[in-house]
């Protein structure tokens, strides 16, 4: 089935710095490709998705990259600020069988003034 | 529109004891999804239901979890013996079960096995 690798763990970054947070995969046929953020206590927001037709989408400072050849996913922040620390995952839906979504291991993000 | 509710909120146990968590999803939402979250690991698919069918359950351990969705909306997952293990957030998502398949979650179920 899916694996999905999520890199780094941890995160730490100044204020106005940009943050990239990466995932691998390993189905080719992989659909579908979403951005989470868990803030403390609670459950996950989606932030951002593409389809496997984009290779690049930028909303609101975020911008998500899709490069299928390498089968990576990636998410950056272009201009952290405090309250967008949180620790974030990347999901992957598959293009066949079914609305599995599968979650990479978190990457926890500090953002310091 | 009201979001996934989950309840309770948190439950502490001991060893082999049972409990039951409830997640009511968003409204026409087809698709309900339970996952395990370890404490700092990502979520875990426990099993997921188009309607009252299960999808896929290859990831609850049958032999002390099970999970129901009777008539299509609320569902509940169960643990009849609980384990140390099992400490975990437990997460209820629901969608509209499309190609572009975003997730809703609740807050979680926060459970201590002591």
């Known amino acids: 089935g899916e694996q999905v690798e999520q890199r780094p763990p941890h995160l730490s970054v100044r204020e106005g710095d940009s943050a990239i947070i990466i995932c691998t995969y390993t189905?080719?046929?992989?659909?579908?490709f979403s951005w989470y953020k868990q803030e403390a206590g609670a459950g996950l927001q989606l932030l951002m998705s593409?389809?496997?037709?984009?290779d690049r989408k930028e909303e609101q400072g975020l911008t998500v990259l899709l490069n299928k050849k390498d089968k990576r996913l990636s998410l950056n922040l272009t201009a952290a600020h405090p309250g967008d620390s949180a620790v974030y995952f990347c999901?992957?839906?598959?293009?066949?069988?079914?609305?599995?979504?599968?979650f990479g291991s978190g990457t926890r993000l500090l953002v310091s003034p | 529109e009201a979001g996934v509710t989950q309840s309770p909120r948190y439950a502490v146990l001991q060893e082999g004891q049972a409990v039951s968590f409830w997640c009511d999803p968003i409204?026409?939402?087809?698709?309900l999804y339970w996952y395990q979250q370890p404490r700092d690991q990502g979520p875990q698919l426990l099993v997921y239901?188009?309607?009252?069918?299960?999808?896929?359950n290859s990831q609850l351990p049958s032999d002390r979890f099970s999970a129901v969705r009777p008539k299509g909306t609320n569902s509940t997952l169960k643990i009849q013996s609980a384990k140390q293990g099992d400490t975990a957030t437990y997460l209820c998502?629901?969608?509209?079960?499309?190609?572009?398949?975003?997730?809703?979650f609740g807050a979680g179920t926060r459970l201590s096995v002591l």
């Open positions: 593409v389809l496997s037709n984009v």
């Open positions: 189905d080719s046929a992989t659909a579908y």
């Open positions: 998502a629901s969608s509209l079960g499309r190609s572009q398949n975003t997730l809703y």
């Open positions: 239901f188009r309607d009252e069918a299960v999808i896929d």
């Open positions: 999901a992957v839906t598959p293009g066949t069988g079914g609305y599995k979504v599968v």
């Open positions: 409204s026409g939402h087809d698709t």
